[in-house]
């Protein structure tokens, strides 16, 4: 169990447009899920935790008009890059914090998004 | 501001030999801890978390959590060449985000 899938795994796409990404927990239930940017060989660093029903919780430095984070339901969350630039261009990681005393974090296969 | 640190490395290991990788965290109220590990270009993926002081273990690996040195380590036994990826410690205290470490770079050398 403790499965969380996003979509999609990679995606391109032009200067000034936007990308959405699905980060789905599968086989649990997930309250509360973060979203990560990666870039190379640097660590991660989390931009926003988002809780079912609620608006998101952004880090410092994180554009919460530029990075919009929706969690509609118990095993979703979407995070939509709005007028993405080169600079956007990332390894965007989710995770969902899995309930029932474990208190653990497991993480999406994340989305590489590059921006031309 | 609650900080995590790991030894960046690389840490280079001969297959079969023990791999020690260690994290020191700063919060004291700390109660849960975690070690990812990260293949190149892959999301991070849980090994092993603990909450109480003294020896974990599952498999070939096994932490050690020692809350009154704020110390926590990750012993991989019989290191194989797959093993060789970057290794991440996380401490979680209270409701917060998980803290993570910048990560370890572990090569097995066959």
């Known amino acids: 169990g403790a499965v969380v899938s996003q979509h999609p795994s990679w995606v391109i796409c032009k200067s000034g447009t936007s990308v959405k990404i699905e980060c789905r927990s599968l086989?649990?239930?997930?309250?509360?899920m973060f979203w990560y940017r990666q870039f190379p060989k640097q660590s991660l660093m989390l931009m926003a935790t988002s809780n079912e029903g609620s608006k998101a919780t952004y880090e410092q430095g994180v554009e919460k008009d530029k990075f919009l984070i929706n969690h509609a339901s118990l095993t979703l969350s979407t995070l939509t890059v709005t007028s993405a630039h080169p600079e956007d261009s990332s390894f965007y990681i989710c995770?969902?914090?899995?309930?029932?005393?474990?208190?653990?974090?497991?993480f999406g296969p994340g989305t590489r998004l590059t921006v031309l | 501001q609650k900080e995590v640190e790991q030894n960046s490395g690389p840490l280079s290991v001969p297959e079969g030999a023990i791999a020690s990788l260690n994290c020191t965290y700063s919060?004291?109220?700390?109660?849960?801890f975690f070690w990812y590990r990260q293949y190149s270009g892959k999301s991070p993926e849980l090994i092993m978390f603990?909450?109480?002081?003294g020896d974990k273990e599952d498999g070939r690996f096994t932490a050690q959590l020692n809350k009154a040195s704020q110390y926590v380590s990750l012993l991989i036994r019989d290191s194989q060449p797959s093993d060789s990826a970057t290794y991440l410690c996380a401490v979680k205290t209270g409701n917060t985000p998980l803290v993570f470490g910048k990560g370890t770079r572990l090569s097995v050398i066959a």
């Open positions: 919060d004291r109220g700390s109660q849960s």
């Open positions: 995770s969902a914090d899995r309930l029932a005393g474990t208190d653990t974090q497991y």
């Open positions: 086989d649990f239930q997930a309250t509360t």
């Open positions: 603990i909450y109480s002081n």
